[in-house]
């Protein structure tokens, strides 16, 4: 059974700090990238921050100099280390894995809230 369970989420004061965990398992090929998504209220899901092949990081602009991405293979973890966090930041985010047959695994969201 294919499980991407994701924990860390929470409420923080803008300039606050959460590290998120996914935790894989059950999927017995490699991946292609594994990072994470957000959906904030009413808007679609877009990307933040993944690893792509060779292990190159990659992020969305709004978050680069403040969010970190880091992977433990033995674990089959990856986290999302998120610093000086702000409002617009809220949002259910969700661990995605792309699998090497191309198979699109996500988890079921941690629900990330800042306030100013």
């Known amino acids: 059974q294919v499980q991407l369970v994701e924990s860390g989420g929470g409420s923080v004061q803008a300039g606050g700090s959460l590290t998120l965990s996914c935790r894989v398992s059950?999927?017995?090929?490699?991946?292609?990238?594994m990072g994470w998504y957000r959906q904030a209220p009413g808007k679609e899901r877009d990307f933040v921050a993944n690893f792509a092949r060779a292990g190159y990081k990659n992020y969305r602009d709004a978050v680069k100099g403040r969010f970190t991405i880091s992977r433990d293979n033995a674990k089959n973890t990856v986290y999302l280390q998120m610093n000086d966090l702000k409002p617009e930041d809220t949002g259910v985010y969700f661990c995605?894995?792309?699998?090497?047959?191309?198979?699109?695994?996500w988890g079921q969201g941690t629900q990330v809230t800042v306030s100013s």
């Open positions: 059950g999927i017995s090929e490699s991946d292609i990238s």
């Open positions: 995605n894995f792309y699998s090497q047959s191309q198979r699109d695994y």
